[in-house]
């Protein structure tokens, strides 16, 4: 079907808008980035004993060798004004050492420090953001050592387009010439998906996640089939981890971790790492869980069956393989707890007939060779999560992707029913 041609006009101007896009320039996030984030635990009332503190913690606990190595100031850190010369000023009274002390503390443990901005006028606790005053603040920030940026996305109109915002610090980051990574958490506002690869090293799909069972789910489902606009250097990102903290039970952890790493997400953990639990501890350090996450073949995973509350979620890797999320979602009062999940070859781009080894990636160990398909008890809130490696690997086993074909729009010919939707560009057959 021809869009209509109002559509059509906004679409071309859409695409020829940001086919003008520079790119970002700091070679970062070849895999989804892994750290710590002050928010979802302490929101504002952060000071320097914390930072330094969960620096200490991250290395006494081996959460630095698993592969978390930021740790990022989130919101609060700053004074309410800026200076005389316009530049922001951390709390003297949270962070009496100055920010440029902590930042040194941090990189000392062998860690990299980040901060947190925002693109509107305020942040969203109304401390100083950073619109009109990227550069400046850009380069404050990479005086200082940052190596993260988050950058929000509260106290901005609509008028100011989304694009430009963003676009705006991202230039400024560039032009320090410090590789600074850059997280935009602009919400799914925009749908960045579409334009932000150019702009950041990750784009938040959805509104904030929160310590609950439905908060995580709707992260989640936010997320679903956006896999394809991933890529090395550019995430989607539904959010921080919420493991470690009290809104979800041991199994609800499990399959959220679990379900993040499939996507490629980044994994920034939201816990007070002074209280964490040993099986929170056991989730975020899975070694052969975070591999799937940070496989060099950069393929984010995507649900590909779903039948009511039972869902299966994909993702190809490096030499072929498959990362497979068995996922039951039932409620929680049933009276049958366990459901059996089954995912076919077919569903995976492998032959039926073909012989596979199934690892169990939770307990790291293996479950036998399966032909065809392979079948999992898996309990409510619950998820089994498994590798599975074809016996005699075949080039193409690599190139299988969690998606389906989608037409193509051809200025000239409306539909094109064989090629792949490539989404901002408009085809010219």
């Not at 193509?408 to 989404?423: C, K, T």
Request: net charge negative.
């Amino acid at each position: 079907m021809l869009l209509p041609q109002s559509s059509f006009t906004l679409t071309v101007l859409l695409v020829a808008r940001l086919r003008g896009l520079a790119a970002l320039d700091n070679g970062l996030a070849r895999t989804p980035h892994m750290g710590y984030n002050t928010w979802n635990c302490f929101g504002g009332n952060i000071d320097e004993e914390i930072i330094k503190s969960t620096a200490d913690i991250m290395i006494q606990t081996g959460l630095d060798k698993a592969g978390y190595e930021y740790l990022v100031i989130d919101d609060g850190w700053s004074e309410l004004d800026r200076g005389k010369d316009g530049k922001i000023i951390a709390s003297k009274e949270r962070f009496p050492s100055g920010m440029l002390n902590v930042s040194q503390y941090v990189h000392s443990r062998g860690l990299k420090f980040g901060m947190y901005s925002d693109a509107g006028s305020k942040t969203c606790l109304g401390l100083p953001g950073s619109r009109g005053n990227e550069e400046l603040d850009a380069q404050y920030f990479a005086d200082l050592g940052v190596d993260f940026l988050k950058y929000d996305n509260c106290h901005a109109p609509a008028s100011d387009w989304i694009v430009d915002r963003y676009s705006a610090m991202r230039d400024a980051l560039n032009k320090t010439g410090r590789p600074i990574l850059f997280s935009m958490c602009n919400w799914g506002a925009g749908d960045p998906w579409k334009w932000a690869q150019k702009v950041g090293n990750s784009w938040r799909t959805t509104q904030d996640i929160e310590d609950s069972w439905d908060g995580m789910l709707r992260c989640l489902d936010n997320t679903i089939g956006l896999s394809r606009y991933a890529q090395p250097g550019a995430w989607n990102d539904p959010d921080m981890l919420e493991v470690g903290n009290a809104g979800l039970l041991e199994n609800e952890q499990r399959s959220h971790f679990a379900l993040w790493c499939l996507l490629k997400s980044p994994l920034f953990i939201g816990a007070d790492l002074r209280k964490l639990s040993k099986s929170a501890l056991k989730i975020l350090t899975a070694g052969e869980v975070i591999a799937v996450n940070q496989d060099p073949l950069g393929v984010a995973g995507d649900l590909i069956w779903k039948e009511g509350p039972i869902e299966v979620y994909a993702g190809p890797l490096k030499g072929g393989s498959r990362a497979v999320v068995l996922f039951n979602r039932h409620s929680i009062t049933t009276q049958y707890p366990i459901s059996n999940v089954t995912v076919t070859w077919e569903q995976l781009g492998y032959p039926s007939d073909m012989k596979a080894d199934i690892r169990d990636l939770h307990a790291e160990r293996p479950l036998g060779t399966f032909q065809d398909s392979f079948t999992a008890g898996v309990d409510i809130h619950d998820a089994v999560m498994v590798k599975i490696s074809p016996q005699h690997v075949k080039q193409e086993y690599e190139e299988w992707r969690p998606w389906p074909q989608r037409q193509r729009f051809s200025l000239n010919s409306g539909v094109h029913p064989a090629g792949y939707l490539q989404e901002g560009v408009l085809s010219k057959e």
